[in-house]
């Protein structure tokens, strides 16, 4: 019987121990790091429905990152930040995001009108208030 | 059948080639447009160091401006499929000579953009820079560009 509490005990501690030693994941990203760039709820559960997974720190695909990663937008210099936000516009007005080999197989990602007016409308006002208020 | 390679089958072989070149310079493949009058232009409306506006102008404005210079061999087929198409694409995504027309947000993207290409060696287009020497850039002068994107988006996004 005590060797089965001793057991139980030492588990619970070693699973208490674990929950404190696993690093919280990153993928959770920061509404506003900076009052610089504001991303509104609706904008946040686009891009997390939307772009996140390509465009994260810890996505497999190099170059998706490489051209936007959502985990550093909001700590980038203010001109890129302006940079990406017009990028982001323009590739959502003209349909290459996401990309439609992508979207073959995921077509559940596919942007409806009203998430494209939502983004689009957010990053064009976003980058027309970082240029207004410096 | 057995084929035997005599003086007269190479004579044959190089009049099919010689007529099948000429016959794919019949295929209409429209030439993009020059004008060289470009109020604007990039260069002539903007402080940058001459070394800078020599480099772009060299290495970029035969696919990303109106003021293309086709040497001889790009006016001929096969080269004309790939070069004019490059160019039609080239200047759709970024025209250095329609300039001074696009906003702010649009100037600060296509400068991260020219950064990113020129710093991480994809333009100028590989092809084109094998067979055009004097486009090439070293990494000095990869360098060089991409620190004139950023004082550039810089002095344009802190302007007024």
């Not at chain 1, 559960?45 to 985990?71: A, P, T, W, Y």
């Not at chain 1, 197989?105 to 207004?132: C, M, Q």
């Amino acid at each position: 019987m005590r060797k089965i509490l001793t057991t139980m005990i030492i588990l619970a501690g070693g699973l208490i121990f674990m929950s404190f030693a696993v690093v919280p994941e990153n993928n959770s990203m920061n509404k506003s790091q900076k009052a610089n760039l504001v991303i509104p709820n609706g904008v946040h559960s686009v891009i997390m429905q939307h772009c996140f997974m390509c465009h994260n720190m810890k996505s497999r695909g190099v170059k998706s990152k490489e051209k936007l990663n959502f985990d550093l937008l909001t700590h980038m210099e203010l001109p890129t930040i302006v940079a990406k936000l017009q990028n982001i516009s323009d590739a959502v007005n003209n349909d290459k995001m996401p990309p439609k080999k992508f979207l073959e197989h995921h077509p559940e990602k596919a942007l409806n009108a009203y998430d494209k007016s939502l983004l689009t409308k957010w990053a064009v006002a976003s980058a027309d208030s970082l240029l207004r208020n410096k | 059948m057995k084929i035997r390679i005599n003086k007269k089958t190479i004579i044959k072989l190089v009049g099919v080639l010689v007529a099948l070149f000429l016959l794919i310079q019949l295929i209409p493949n429209k030439r993009p447009a020059v004008t060289m009058d470009n109020p604007s232009d990039l260069i002539q409306n903007t402080k940058m160091p001459p070394q800078v506006a020599r480099m772009i102008q060299t290495s970029c404005y035969d696919c990303h401006s109106m003021e293309t210079k086709y040497p001889w061999y790009d006016k001929m087929a096969p080269a004309t499929w790939l070069v004019y198409r490059d160019i039609r694409v080239g200047r759709r995504k970024l025209n250095f000579s329609d300039w001074t027309k696009l906003s702010t947000a649009e100037k600060l993207k296509a400068l991260n953009h020219i950064g990113e290409e020129v710093g991480s060696g994809d333009m100028p287009f590989l092809p084109y820079a094998i067979i055009h020497k004097k486009a090439r850039l070293n990494k000095e002068q990869r360098k060089i560009i991409v620190d004139w994107t950023k004082q550039y988006s810089k002095d344009l996004f802190y302007a007024n």
